[in-house]
Nanobody, 126 residues
Framework: QVQLVESGGGLVQAGGSLRLSCAAS????????MGWFRQAPGKEREFVAA????????IYPDSVKGRFTIWRDNAKNRVYLEMNSLQPEDTAVYYC???????????????????WGRGTQVTVSS
């Protein structure tokens, strides 16, 4: 059974940092694109970051560029999201996702991703 499990969420003050982790089990994702998305209450799922299989290609939306960093450890079958300078508008449930049809071409479209975790809550207080 394929599973993506996120961890590392929590409550943090504005300006603080968090590191999210996504652990994969049931299959290896070392050869595929991985991404992070988030969804706030009443809003659509939003792209946060994506990384190619060899970490050679990463993309971010302007809303997090320069503050968030995605990286991966293929030996551990994990992907991470370092979040700095967090703001209240970053409050959301953060999801890890795997795109089993892509190796280097990263996508910001949720529909391109095949597998999803259940999410971890990130709350940023002002």
């Amino acid at each position: 059974q394929v599973q993506l499990v996120e961890s590392g969420g929590g409550l943090v003050q504005a300006g603080g940092s968090l590191r999210l982790s996504c652990a994969a089990s049931g299959r290896t994702y070392s050869g595929y694109v991985m991404g992070w998305f988030r969804q706030a209450p009443g809003k659509e799922r939003e792209f946060v970051a994506a990384i190619s299989w060899n970490s050679g290609n990463t993309i971010y939306p302007d809303s997090v560029k320069g503050r968030f960093t995605i990286w991966r450890d293929n030996a551990k079958n994990r992907v991470y999201l370092e979040m700095n300078s967090l703001q209240p508008e970053d409050t959301a449930v953060y999801y890890c996702a795997g795109d089993r049809n892509a190796y280097f071409k990263v996508s910001a479209t949720p529909g391109e991703y095949d597998d999803w975790g259940r999410g971890t809550q990130v709350t940023v207080s002002s």
